[in-house]
Each structure stands twice: as structure tokens, then as C-alpha cells.
């Protein structure tokens, strides 16, 4: 998909829908959930497990300490 259009109206309460608590800005939790709805979906129009999309993207123990293209470890 090049290209997504997402309207949110975003409400502030102490209680998130599925029973969990962000504490963060709208904006990092409708991103969140966006890319994982995406993922979710890819996974069911390939018709594999979620799991298989999300793994590689794991960090393994033998890469640790880890150091983020911005140079964090």
C-alpha cells in the first residue's frame, strides 16, 4: 500500500478500548494500532500466521547490545 488516509477522533479517557492503558500521545497510539491492524490483515489476505510477519523483525539475543540506525544502544 503506497499510500493510507486515517481519520481518528481521539477522546481522552483513563480506559482504552481493549483493557489497556497508553500514556502516550493519540497520534503514537492510532500509529500503533494502524500498523498492526496492517499487519493483521496482510497476514490474513496471505493466509499466514501474524507471527510469521512479526518475527523477523525480533531483535535475536546474539545481536545484543543492539545499536538503532541513530546509533542507540
Do not use: H, W
Not at 481518528?8 to 483513563?14: A, S
Not at 478500548?17 to 500514556?23: I, Q, W
Not at 500509529?31 to 497476514?43: C, F, H, K, T
Not at 496471505?46 to 531483535?59: Q, V
Request: glycine fraction near 6%; proline fraction near 7%; aromatic fraction near 10%.
Amino acid at each position: 500500500i503506497p499510500n493510507a488516509i486515517r481519520v481518528v477522533e481521539g477522546v481522552y479517557t483513563n480506559k482504552f478500548p481493549g483493557g489497556v492503558a497508553y500514556r502516550c500521545s493519540f497520534r503514537v497510539t492510532e500509529a500503533v494500532y494502524l500498523i498492526e491492524r496492517m499487519v493483521d490483515v496482510l497476514a490474513q489476505k496471505l493466509e499466514i500466521d501474524k507471527a510469521e510477519i512479526r518475527l523477523p523483525s525480533f531483535i535475536r539475543k546474539a545481536q545484543f547490545p543492539y545499536a538503532t540506525p541513530l546509533g542507540l544502544e
